[in-house]
């Protein structure tokens, strides 16, 4: 079965971290920029961020600058996203998805061939 599966949410504290993970079972990532979206409830879906094929190109959304890290290790199939410094604003099911043939990160409007099936990640004292 080709499918995304995240892992590592859970439940924080305000200032804390944690690493999601990505794993692609069925295919590899190879050939695929991989991004991460969140949605918060009664919000829309966001672009968090996304790596390139090659991993030389990330891009970030504004509110976690600095405090998100995406990386790539293809001979483990996987992406992951180091989340730091974490908010309440953090709160939110985190997606991973692949986008075909991604070798720049220019934005996050484009067309996926795979979904994970979402991992909740809260952040509360």
């Known amino acids: 079965q080709l499918q995304l599966v995240e892992s590592g949410g859970g439940l924080v504290q305000p200032g804390g971290s944690l690493r999601l993970s990505c794993a692609a079972s069925g295919f590899t990532l190879d050939y695929y920029a991989i991004v991460w979206f969140r949605q918060a409830p009664g919000k829309e879906r966001e672009g968090v961020s996304c790596?390139?094929?090659?991993?030389?190109?990330?891009i970030y959304a504004d509110s976690v600058k600095g405090r998100f890290t995406i990386s790539r290790d293809n001979a483990k199939n996987t992406v992951y996203l180091q989340m730091n410094s974490l908010k309440p604003e953090d709160t939110a099911v985190y997606y991973c998805a692949a986008r075909p043939k991604g070798y720049y990160c220019s934005g996050y409007n484009y067309e996926y061939s795979y979904w994970g099936q979402g991992i909740q990640v809260t952040v509360s004292s």
């Open positions: 790596i390139s094929i090659s991993g030389g190109s990330t």
